[in-house]
Nanobody
């Protein structure tokens, strides 16, 4: 089954940290770039960070630069988002989205997301 499953969210105090995971299955993960998105209540889904298939290229939204780190382990079919110095504006459901870059492969749909709540 072609899918991604996000995990690692939770409730954290301002200034705290969380590490999100995105586990892929049913496709050749190493052929896909991976992006993390987030969607706060009543708002659109926004791009947070992107990593290329071999992790050569990485980009971040201005709002998370210097606080978030995207990474991947292709041997484990997993992408990560390390989030530090969290603040209430980071509260959202976080999603990962693979995008095919190399060769042929299936379209990978959105996962269920993982809720991140930053509150004291």
């Amino acid at each position: 089954q072609v899918q991604v499953v996000e995990s690692g969210g939770g409730l954290v105090q301002p200034g705290g940290s969380l590490r999100l995971s995105c586990v892929a299955s049913g496709f050749t993960f190493s052929n896909y770039a991976v992006s993390w998105y987030r969607q706060a209540p009543g708002k659109e889904r926004d791009l947070v960070a992107t990593i290329t298939p071999a992790a050569v290229g990485i980009n971040y939204a201005d709002s998370v630069k210097g606080r978030f780190t995207i990474s991947r382990d292709n041997a484990k079919n997993t992408a990560y988002l390390q989030m530090n110095r969290l603040n209430p504006a980071d509260t959202a459901v976080y999603y990962c989205k693979p995008r095919l870059i190399v060769g042929l492969g299936p379209l990978v749909d959105w996962g269920q997301g993982t809720q991140v709540t930053v509150s004291s």
